[in-house]
């Protein structure tokens, strides 16, 4: 059984970081790209940042060069490092993993909570 559990989330003031794991588990999390998505209140869940298997990652232009997506594949781990906060960022932050030659993402965690206070 594929599972995936974020963690990392919380309360942070806006300029500060947090940095999110999505742990992987059921699957060759290697042979997978990641992504992460965020959906905020009352909006549609949005692409924030994606990683392939290679290591090319790219990213919502929202987020660059504050954010990092990782992965590290001898502990079937994703990361995602967040800096420079802002209350914009609050949303449920969810990975997802997809197989290299699909578009649709596979299996979803079920998100953790990142709030950002001005």
């Known amino acids: 059984q594929v599972q995936l559990v974020e963690s990392g989330g919380g309360l942070v003031q806006a300029g500060g970081s947090l940095r999110l794991s999505c742990a992987a588990s059921?699957?060759?999390?290697?042979?997978?790209?990641m992504g992460w998505f965020r959906q905020a209140p009352g909006k549609e869940r949005e692409f924030v940042t994606a990683?392939?298997?290679?290591?090319?990652?790219n990213y919502a232009d929202s987020v660059k060069g504050r954010f990092t997506i990782s992965r590290d594949n001898a502990k079937n781990t994703g990361y995602l490092q967040m800096n420079s906060l802002k209350p914009e960022d609050t949303a449920l932050y969810y990975c997802?993993?997809?197989?290299?030659?699909?578009?649709?993402?596979?299996?979803w965690g079920q998100g953790t909570q990142v709030t950002v206070s001005s």
């Open positions: 059921g699957l060759t999390f290697s042979s997978y790209a």
């Open positions: 990683i392939g298997i290679s290591g090319r990652s």
């Open positions: 997802a993993v997809r197989r290299v030659a699909q578009l649709k993402y596979d299996y």
